[in-house]
């Protein structure tokens, strides 16, 4: 699963039993997602809402539900400051411990401890499940570019219980990409970021502005980034790799390319 791309890692990994999530019907019925039609443009990139770049890692998982989709949704929610970042580096890290306490260590590839590896895979799923149950830390607890969080392991815990999600739903349910993509502008209207895993094609690492026809020729291996807004064209992607990616961090994917392109999304309650 793990790949070399324009010196970008692609390391994410497919989801662990997507069969048993919650779907748009269940967040209907807990009132999380209402029954309105959405408007025909959203767009909810802003200037403190700034794009960084992951650099040669394989965090794309923590930089795109922590800084892409929690971050701008607990700001929105005003359980978090425009000044306080989240940490990427603490979501994509226990991540991949999260998967390992939920998969049989019987000696398979599919899983092996990888903490220490740069292109060892992850999923977003498992992500989620770390900021459900355990929430987010703060870039000054734990910062992408230095060493280990030194005070009290209770301390850290509290701190990151309260930024938790209080719930995920599966947006891509059934083949109808159709419904998909419905559900992908409901929420983003009424909730923020849709979190997406996308396999990568050579536009998307070349960094085009607008992904139109994906080319599955091309494709490598698998990226987790957010969608940010949309159009009647199509819908506003979000990058982990620096401003320098598309326009300021941003490309514009048409609804045919994201058909082909998307593995899996997922909308979270903050």
């Known amino acids: 699963m793990e790949a070399l791309a324009a010196g970008r890692v692609l390391n994410v990994g497919p989801s662990p039993a997507r069969e048993d999530d919650h779907t748009p019907d269940a967040a209907e019925a807990a009132g999380h997602l209402r029954a309105l039609d959405p408007p025909e443009r959203v767009d909810l990139r802003a200037p403190w809402y700034s794009v960084h770049d992951q650099g ?9 539900l922590a800084d892409s989709v929690m ?4 700001v929105a929610a005003r359980r978090l400051a425009q000044g306080e970042r989240l940490s990427p580096r603490f979501m994509w890290m226990a991540a991949k411990e999260m998967r390992a306490k939920l998969t049989a260590v019987d000696g398979e ?3 092996r401890p990888t903490t220490f590896l740069e292109q060892g895979m992850t999923d977003v799923k498992s992500a989620l499940d770390v900021a459900r149950v ?3 830390a703060l870039e000054h607890e734990l910062p992408f570019d230095d060493g280990l969080y030194e005070d009290g392991i209770e301390q850290f815990y509290e701190s990151a219980a309260r930024r938790r999600i209080t719930h995920y739903y599966r947006l891509d349910p059934g083949d109808d990409a159709a419904t998909w993509f419905g559900h992908w502008r409901r929420w983003i ?14 536009q998307f690492v070349d960094g085009a502005r607008k992904l139109d026809e994906f080319d599955p020729a091309s ?5 987790a980034a957010a969608l940010v ?3 009647p ?7 982990s790799w620096g401003e320098r990616w598309g326009q300021g961090g941003y490309a514009v994917a048409t609804q045919p390319y994201l058909e082909r392109a998307t593995l899996e999304s997922y909308g979270v309650v903050v």
Do not use: M
Request: glycine content about 12%.
């Open 229 to 231: 807004g949309f159009a």
């Open 219 to 223: 494709a490598s291996s698998n990226h």
């Open 56 to 64: 040669k890692t394989g965090s794309c998982v923590g930089w795109a």
């Open 233 to 239: 064209n199509g819908f506003l992607v979000r990058c």
């Open 109 to 111: 590839p599919a899983w």
């Open 189 to 202: 209207d009424q909730h923020g970021p849709v979190l997406v895993v996308l396999r990568v094609d050579r």
């Open 71 to 74: 971050y701008r949704q607990l």
């Open 134 to 136: 355990y929430g987010a």
